[in-house]
Structure formats: structure tokens, C-alpha cells
């Protein structure tokens, strides 16, 4: 907790809002995307799927592949917690549909799906995406094919598999991704093995995003490491989140924003 607090006080010195941003495709995406503050009705569905999870107080054994949780201390979880401190945000929720709805990738890879909160999103923001999401633990994934059958999300192929041997299976990489949210285990090697392994899938509109990019010392390490990749030309780091853009005809440039 302690680094992490540090870590957000190292942010807000060093981030930046529209104003100080000097490129034109960076300048659009926040002011047409991310600081868009009109209401949107996908918003109600989004609180509802919520909803619905946080009114569920049945218990889950959670298979964990990933780095561990520092909030739960059993594998035998309520999945109303779940959804209220493992789950994306509704803040963060409502700023990934926007995303979605405003690049419109028309296929789209989660890594981590947990119950779905971040999947409806991504799945609202396209209807017309193809989207594949991963998750490693059947009980949770289970819930998620339950909750995204309730709220009629079809667009959306849920995979049970550890990640690592997904993401090296040879039908991985004749796909083409136009977005990856990559939620999935938060460590330094897991997060390099991914960005590695997906390279062959990018295109030149592709687009990145790593959850908890400050989440531990080697969370930022990893992400240094992504930043200085040749491929990369654009990221931009919200402390929650790391967008990594391979726009070829883009300047190599690195954004500290505030959201």
C-alpha cells in the first residue's frame, strides 16, 4: 500500500491533462473519448450487470494462476466481494466502453475475464466485435457465461485456459487483435511473456491496455520495459491503466494523463 501511495504521488506530479498534449491523435482520443462526460444509455446496463453481481452473495472457489490477491485471503470467495474489490471500476467500466465505442475494434482478446464487469463493457462498446476473453478459473468463469446469458452479451467467446498456453497456441497467432485488455496475472514475467507472445497479432490501429501498471515495483518495471520496445511508438499511463499504441507514423511518445 505504502509504494503504491507513493507511486500515485509520482503520478500526479508528473501527469498532464489535454492542454499540455501536443499531439493531434492523443488530443482527440481524450477530449472526444476520455473526458467525453455526457450520459450514455450503455451506462445503465453496465450498472446493472453490476448490480447484479453485487446482490449475489453466493460463494465461488477461485482458482488463482495469477500473482494472488492482497484483499482475499481464501480461494472461497462471496461473489458480491468479488465483484465490489476485484472487479473493474464503474468509473474505469464506463471510460472502457468509451474506448470501445469510439476506436471500434472489430476483434477484440481480454486476458482475465473474472465475472465480466470489464467484458460487458468492451462487448457494449461494439456489439459487432468479435470478442474473446480468458479466464483460468472454471467457477468463475461460469458465473460470467451466466451473468452475460442474463443481460443477452452474444458477441463474446468465453475460453477457460491458463493464459500462457493459449497465447502460445498456433491459432492465436493468425488472429488479428484491434484491442487487448490485458487484466490477467499482474507480474513482471507474465506481462513481458504476454506482450511477446501477442506482437504477431498487432496491426498498425491496434490497441493495448494493461490494468495496474503501478500495481507493484515490477508492474512498473515491466511497463518501462514495454515503453522502450521499438514497436511502440504512443503510451499513455492513467496509473490505473497503460495504453500502448503501434501507430507507425506516429513519434515515439510517452503521456502521463490524469482521468
Known sequence: MLFQIKSYLQFLWHSKN????????VFTLLTKCFYDKKSKPEYAVLKNYRKSLLENNNTIDV???GAGSKVFNSNTRVISKIA???????KRAELLFRITNYLL?????????????????????????????LEGCPETANQCQLQLQKFNINNVELVITK????????????????????????SKKATL???????????????????????????????????????????IDTFQWGLVFFRREQ???HFVIRI
Request: glycine share 6%; proline share 6%; charged share 20%.
Open 63 to 65: 482458482t488463482d494462476f
Open 163 to 186: 493464459f500462457g498456453e493459449y497465447l502460445q497456441s498456433q491459432n492465436l497467432i493468425s488472429n488479428i487483435f484491434n484491442l487487448i485488455y490485458i487484466d490477467g496475472n499482474h
Open 18 to 25: 489535454e492542454h499540455a498534449v501536443h499531439s493531434p491523435f
Open 251 to 253: 513519434p515515439k511518445e
Open 105 to 133: 475494434p472489430e476483434s477484440i482478446l481480454e486476458i482475465g475475464t473474472s465475472l465480466g464487469l470489464a467484458t460487458s463493457a468492451l462487448s457494449l462498446g461494439n456489439l459487432k466485435a468479435k470478442i474473446i476473453t
Open 193 to 235: 511473456e504476454y506482450f511477446e507472445l501477442l506482437l504477431p497479432t498487432i496491426t498498425n490501429e491496434t490497441v493495448w491496455i494493461f490494468d495496474d501498471i503501478h500495481w507493484s515495483p515490477e508492474m512498473e518495471e515491466a511497463w518501462k520495459i514495454i515503453k522502450k520496445h521499438p514497436k511502440v511508438t504512443v503510451t
Open 84 to 90: 465490489k474489490t476485484a472487479g473493474i471500476s464503474p
